[in-house]
């Protein structure tokens, strides 16, 4: 008897988790309930976090969520619970399944069936920002070696185990040739260990047209955070609802399986919700505590329930469906077909040990690092580069030299032009000028200049090389 944590969450969410609850009962899943009370009435109680310290204590103890949405207040400095729940677990991967119901649920795509593994810890989710000026604010974008090789590992894995022919990766590294870059770097070495699985990479904006457009070309897609929360949601709505999907999120330690939608408090006590995202959690959750013959059973199920026409009203078509029904009486009808088979949807068939174990990660040999130079990012009112390159010239020192300016990432100086629009938000480069690396001292002595000089340095970043290769980003325009 495995004993998990369930938090029934705000909104449709007490709803579709006690039809969840019903049918894993009625399956005969070998597991107990500590139910935690977690989201808005928390959040509203003056714990900004939303979880109290005995929630996170079931949570680390079970080692499994079965979360249902929760809705975050607006206003008030509220941060999502998701994502702190994601990142204190280290939950690194998120796994959303998009398959179409065709003919039973509409859909332009009859064909679909993929998988989108999403990094779940980093990029511009690391929720780091700042306002640096009157015209500026920051979000710094992290990624992390041990990031990338954990989810694109976790990808290939889950494609073996799955029996699944191809992993596709999807980056913006013609832009961001330094995160992403790191992200498609990795996936190109990983891939290497896999040789009968197909592995291919797209930039994300096309990526995504063609995904959108033709999502049979998919297999299983890795992808960093904030793609992947995008392009997931998209997946599961062209399936044909948003409402159909569900989500695992898994580390190495701990499990959090959630409906991918949100809390619908319009529609909250009215039974009219769809459950469906959340029976699909569940399903995710019982493969992964080691109870597949149970999972297999209400997924097929379900599949049964969808074929007979019974659909809640966010799927339910004149004409092809056959019954409209509420939250409860849906759980009802899965409950009863429990046993039964689908005749056209294909059945869910598990392997008897669907987890996934990876090696720990083995931290490299460090590689050579030089500081080659600074960036300053200085606060000032004015227009004109050349003006605020005569001002920062005067903050030289004998090794480091101003060699450029640039605005919003588009070099204004030297050589800029006139027609650049420019905030008050400048980075000025001091790079080293002689064969000696340029230390930290130098960078002391700058920031002293510069407070000399009344010029409001806001932020500094070290240009470093690593093993010879300058590791930073040039100026656009350059």
Known sequence: MKRITVAKGDGIGP???????AIMQAAGAQVTFD?????ERVYLSGNTSGISESAWESIRSNKVLLKAPITTPQGGGYKSLNVTIRKILGLYANIRPCNSLHPFVTTKHPNMDLVIVRENEEDLYAGIEHQQTDEVVQCLKLISRPGCEKII?????????????????????????????????????????????????????????????????FDVIVVPNLYGDVL??????ITGSVGLAGSANIGEECAMFEAIHGSAPRIQGQNIANPSGLIQAAVQMLAHIG??????NIHNAWLKTIEDGIHTFDIYKEGLSKQKVGTKEFAQAVIANLGAMPKQ???????KDVSITLPKYQRKTPRKKELKGVDLFVHWNGTNANELASLLTELNTEDAKLSM???????????????????????????IEKEADLNKTHIIKLLANAHEKNVDVVKTENLYAFDGKPAFSLGQGQ
């Open 35 to 39: 139910e935690i009370e977690i989201g």
């Open 405 to 431: 300016i640039t605005n919003r990432g588009i070099k204004v100086w030297p050589n800029g032009f006139p027609e650049t629009f420019c905030t008050d938000h400048w980075r000025c480069r001091y790079h």
């Open 15 to 21: 709803e579709i988790m006690d039809a969840t609850l």
């Open 153 to 217: 590992r976790y990808a290939f894995e889950y494609a073996k185990l799955h029996g699944r022919k191809k992993v596709t990766c999807f980056t913006k590294d013609n832009i961001m040739k330094q995160t992403d870059g790191l992200f498609h770097q990795v996936f190109d070495e990983i891939a290497k260990e896999y040789p009968h699985i197909e592995n291919e990479h797209w930039i994300v904006d096309i990526g995504a047209a063609l995904l959108a457009d033709s999502p049979e070309l």
């Open 345 to 351: 949807l294909k059945k869910l068939n598990l392997a």
């Open 291 to 296: 109870q597949p013959d149970v999972a297999e």
């Open 232 to 237: 997931s949601d998209i997946a599961a709505q």
